[in-house]
């Protein structure tokens, strides 16, 4: 298969244990991230990919050719580091033809891809500046050319946009993905910022504080459809609530019984279970009603921020957040009564 | 860093304590030589306050000028020795674990606790045929019989490195430490080799450092006297021998100053060139 190739991965530290059962198969020309909260092993796997760690166990496989144990500075990759790591005692200029003097390029083969990489980072005319001189963006940008100057077989990026102000990391998003998607190189990115790594990525790896990968797909399958819990919670926020399967598609909630589309492989009647909702699928009427998957509680807080209003509704041992947008609002406030509706389709079954 | 400059007598006195120091103990003193440089000697006594430059014309000898080429010589070699030996041990020790790296400072740390004697001596018996090194080389059958390496030129290079060696790790591990770990291994990444990355990251970002360095312990090794009578033969006596010989044993107190004063001139000026050719090249020097 093309692309890259991790088989059965593990990283150890001494006694810690850095990333564990990784198999991940990423297709070549994608952009992928590797989403995680921070220690959950996704710079470990990134660095092994890179070269500078080595594996404890598994291999490494780009085009099928095993590359495991290959130093770093043979496998040909572009790396952008988190502190940039931009040579200070070198100009703009010269450190992005760093990779191109070391492979004993001519001056004027140097010069020429310079000057495209500065445009392709949108920075014309500052080859003959110094680094210190240059403001964060800028460095980022900087970075960025100097890791593509040789045509890299991957583009490998470990946080790179973390140290920006907000404004200027979105972006810094959208001109990467753009500048990816143009010269169709396999990158990958690590990320703990979930928003990030939806704007971002054709394909988004989960990873999870126990070091292993718990779900990988697009963006929206993540999303709509979470493996486990962990990553239902993690990515984006969710109405998790725990129950006990009931014969046919059914689950008991807190003495309620919710319908469901599909259950998945294993489940039967008596497993514990828990169901991902998002808020957004939740709506939200004032009074108490009756009806298929219709739970009435109380409005507890009212968080309306303008571009959407969040509901918080107690129902009796449990908390539910919907989110609307302000045209369809409901007429309620603060301790009023009211009932949440969950659609049968947006109730996610997961292994509890 | 200080945004602006401090105004008025009250902002100034936390500096004016080591102004004061300075100026006690090093600049009264630093004027006293220098005018006692322009006095005459008065024969079997001290000197008397006349004014002339008779002693800096005397200092255009064959002798003087030999020796003051020789200690330039000796220091700077010595000094292109310890930061070439010093920078890749302080670079490796940095890369280390803490324990290790604390271990190995401490070692550094106590050789400094040792006076010049004790290490001249140590030096000259370590050289010598009687109970020398060349003993156990010949004990492994690595050479016919012991000879005697001191006193001479390599003696006395072993005895002045030994003793910069030291200074030269304290004062170039703050830098290396300070060193971001990413940037050798973007230069990997970049295509270069562990040996290019040392020399073209390593080295490169941290040339001002080893300019320092260089500076510091050339200036530090030039004011060595004793090494170079203990170790050295008498052509390998340093300006700081003859500087003492005068002062100490022929009385010639004016004399002794008008050699130091050119000697510190000459010194000066040698570690400005130093400079100015260390910040020449390169956009990011601080």
């Known amino acids: 298969m093309a692309g890259l190739d991790l088989k059965d991965i593990h990283k150890r530290f001494g006694p810690v244990t850095a990333v564990q059962n990784v198999d991940l198969h990423i297709p070549h ?78 001056a004027a083969d140097c010069r020429r891809r310079v000057e495209a990489l500065l445009d392709l980072v949108r920075l014309p005319g500052y080859a003959g500046r110094a680094v210190a001189q240059l403001s964060g963006g800028q460095r980022q940008r900087v970075a960025i050319a100097r890791a593509l100057a040789i045509e890299p077989r991957l583009f490998l990026l470990d946080e790179p946009l973390s140290a920006l102000d907000a404004k200027l990391r979105e972006d ?51 999303y709509r459809h979470p493996a486990d819990t962990f990553v239902a919670d993690f990515i984006g926020t969710s109405n998790l609530l725990k129950g006990v399967c009931g014969g046919g598609r059914q689950v008991a909630v807190s003495g309620r019984t919710l319908n469901v589309e599909t259950l998945p492989a294993g489940v039967t009647t008596g497993t514990e279970v828990s169901i991902s909702v998002r808020p957004e699928d939740i709506s939200v009427v004032a009074g108490v009603r009756e009806g298929e998957n219709h739970l009435q509680g109380r409005v507890a807080f009212v968080r309306d921020v303008g571009s959407s209003v969040e509901i918080y509704l107690d129902c009796n041992g449990f908390q539910i957040v919907s989110q609307s947008t302000p045209k369809s609002r409901p007429a309620v406030r603060q301790g009023d009564a009211a009932t949440a509706v969950l659609p049968p389709s947006a109730c996610v079954v997961l292994g509890a | 860093m200080i945004a602006a400059k401090p105004k008025g007598l009250a902002a100034h006195l936390p500096i004016l304590y080591p102004a004061a120091t300075l100026a006690v103990f090093f600049v009264i003193p630093f004027g006293i030589m220098l005018a006692v440089s322009f006095f005459q000697r008065e024969p079997g006594g001290f000197y008397t306050t006349e004014f002339s430059i008779d002693n800096y014309a005397n200092l255009f000898t064959a002798l003087f000028g030999r020796v003051l080429a020789f200690s330039i010589f000796i220091s700077a070699f010595c000094a292109a020795l310890c930061v070439a030996a010093g920078f890749p041990f302080t670079y490796f020790v940095t890369r280390m674990r803490r324990r290790a790296q604390v271990v190995w400072l401490v070692v550094l740390v106590s050789v400094l606790s040792l006076s010049a004697v004790i290490v001249a001596f140590a030096w000259s018996i370590m050289l010598s045929q009687t109970a020398g090194v060349s003993n156990l080389l010949v004990w492994l059958g690595l050479m016919d019989q012991a000879v005697s390496w001191s006193p001479g030129f390599w003696a006395l290079t072993c005895g002045m490195c030994y003793i910069a060696f030291p200074y030269t790790v304290l004062v170039l591990y703050p830098p ?111």
Not at chain 1, 83 to 92: C, G, M, N, R, Y
Not at chain 2, 193 to 217: C, D, E, N
């Open chain 1, 29 to 106: 020309g994608r952009f992928v991230c590797f989403l995680g909260p921070s220690g959950c092993g996704k710079t470990t796997l990134l660095r092994l990919i890179a070269g500078l760690e080595q594996p404890t166990a598994g291999r490494v496989l780009l085009e099928d050719q095993d590359i495991t144990f290959q130093p770093a500075h043979q496998r040909n990759f572009g790396m952008v580091f988190q502190s940039l790591a931009l040579f200070p005692h070198l100009t703009v200029g010269e450190n992005i033809a760093y990779s191109l003097r070391i492979r004993k390029k001519s």
């Open chain 1, 172 to 222: 810094m998003q959208l001109e990467l993905r753009m500048l990816q998607q143009r010269l169709g190189i396999t990158t990958i990115l690590v990320t703990h910022d979930q928003r990030e790594a939806m704007t971002m990525s054709d394909l988004i790896v989960v990873m999870g504080t126990d070091n292993q990968v718990h779900q990988m797909g697009s963006p929206l399958e993540i």
């Open chain 2, 176 to 286: 290396l430490s300070r060193l971001d770990p990413h940037l050798p291994e973007a230069a990997q990444t970049l295509g270069a080799s562990p040996v290019k990355t040392f020399f073209t990251v390593v080295v490169g970002s941290l040339r001002s450092a080893i300019v320092a360095t260089l500076i510091m312990v050339f200036a530090f090794t030039l004011g060595t006297y004793l090494i170079p009578q203990i170790l050295g033969r008498p052509q390998h006596w340093t300006l700081s021998v003859l500087i003492t010989d005068e002062a100490i044993y022929r009385s010639n107190l004016p004399f002794a100053a008008a050699m130091s004063v050119f000697f510190m001139a000459v010194s000066l000026a040698l570690v400005g060139l130093t400079m100015l050719a260390g910040k020449g090249r390169g956009p990011a020097e601080r």
